[in-house]
């Protein structure tokens, strides 16, 4: 069955710490991949986005992803975090011929001054 | 572009009334999901449609559920008789059809908080 895992449920890292958001997926093909980031009282909102060519993506707010097919991951990384990134971050797949968006649990970030 | 927009933003109702959310996708969308946020369960797809036809409706919970997009710029979920189960943020979201290069993502509404007591 298709499926996506984000293995940490909260992670807390200090402002100007770099970051990384782990995200595996489950699919014999190349899906779509997206990250999506939701502030609180807020809906979500995309940051970037995997289809083809280039494995390194860049997003929205100074955010990449990184997709490697012998791992199945499309891990989020950040150079540098500010304290406005604190959020919840959504890994989610879709695939050719889908309509449906698979969306992982989520990971909350914490960001300490 | 106004994005995707859902009312009422918040929500509070009696056991056992009729809610009604609504929903209008951005302008050009075909592709309509509504998807219900809770602690406990995270994010649920309830329902989509394509070009206003219900394509997959087995996340809806229960019977009491219903989904309807009568018109390209507007759908409603509604909840009858509610119950305080069922509180939760409901959003609502859009993607541009299969043929154009930004399908499959999906904008999503504010969302709307219901709390029934």
């Known amino acids: 069955a298709q499926s996506v895992t984000q293995p940490d449920i909260h992670i807390t890292v200090s402002e100007g710490a770099s970051l990384e958001l782990r995200c595996n997926y489950s699919y014999g093909a190349t899906p779509y991949l997206f990250w999506y980031v939701q502030s609180p009282g807020q809906g979500l909102q995309l940051l970037l986005k995997y289809f083809s060519g280039d494995t390194l993506v860049q997003g929205i707010k100074g955010f990449e992803a990184e997709f490697k097919r012998s791992q199945s991951s499309f891990n989020l990384r950040k150079p540098s975090v500010h304290w406005s990134d604190a959020a919840e971050y959504f890994c989610?797949?879709?695939?050719?011929?889908?309509?449906?968006?698979?969306f992982g649990a989520g990971t909350r970030l914490f960001v300490k001054a | 572009d106004a994005g995707v927009i859902q009312s009422p933003r918040h929500e509070v109702t009696e056991m056992g009334q009729e809610v009604t959310l609504r929903c209008k996708p951005i302008?050009?969308?075909?592709?309509l999901f509504w998807y219900r946020q809770t602690m406990m369960r995270g994010l649920e797809l309830l329902i989509y449609?394509?070009?206003?036809?219900?394509?997959?409706d087995s996340g809806m919970p229960e019977d009491r559920f219903s989904a309807k997009m009568p018109n390209a710029s507007f759908s409603t979920l509604k909840i009858q008789p509610s119950e305080p189960r069922d509180s939760a943020v409901y959003f609502c979201?859009?993607?541009?059809?299969?043929?154009?290069?930004?399908?499959?993502?999906?904008?999503f509404g504010p969302g709307t908080r219901l709390t029934v007591t």
């Open positions: 302008s050009g969308h075909n592709s």
């Open positions: 979201a859009s993607s541009s059809p299969r043929d154009r290069g930004l399908a499959y993502e999906q904008y």
């Open positions: 989610a797949v879709a695939y050719t011929g889908g309509f449906k968006t698979i």
């Open positions: 449609f394509n070009n206003n036809v219900p394509i997959d």
